[in-house]
């Protein structure tokens, strides 16, 4: 077995407290754990060509912080106002091409399922 090195046990002590995230068709699974999305295409206004809605499916626990993305969510329990967390996808993203692929794949298993797709 080859002896490890000074950067070996840095790499080891980096990597172990990274987040295991994965884009699937129906969610984005974190550390495992399937959190239920949907994600959208739509032209938006104040947002660059091509970007990626993530929208949640459920109120709580929602989506979880995951590095490089920023949750939106004007909820106020104040006025009794709730939304769903959304994450928006920018080209620019790291993430980008994996949320790609997961809106491919969505759109796949909606023209299984019902025949059309609906992004």
Do not use: C
């Not at 950067?7 to 754990?33: E, P, T, Y």
């Not at 104040?46 to 929602?62: A, L, M, Q, R």
């Not at 709730?82 to 920018?90: A, G, L, Q, T, Y």
Request: glycine share 8%.
């Amino acid at each position: 077995m080859p002896r490890m090195t000074h950067k070996d046990v840095l790499d080891i002590i980096d990597n172990a407290g990274k987040q295991s995230v994965r884009f699937m068709w129906n969610g984005i699974k974190v550390d495992g754990k399937l959190h239920r999305a949907w994600y959208s295409t739509g032209k938006l206004i104040n947002s660059p060509k091509g970007t990626v809605t993530i929208y949640g499916k459920e109120y709580y626990p929602g989506i979880p912080k995951i590095e490089g993305l920023q949750i939106q969510n004007n909820s106020d329990s104040m006025t009794d106002y709730f939304e769903k967390d959304r994450i928006r996808v920018e080209p620019s993203n790291p993430h980008y091409s994996a949320v790609v692929e997961a809106v491919k794949k969505q759109a796949a298993h909606q023209v299984k399922v019902f025949g059309k797709s609906f992004n």
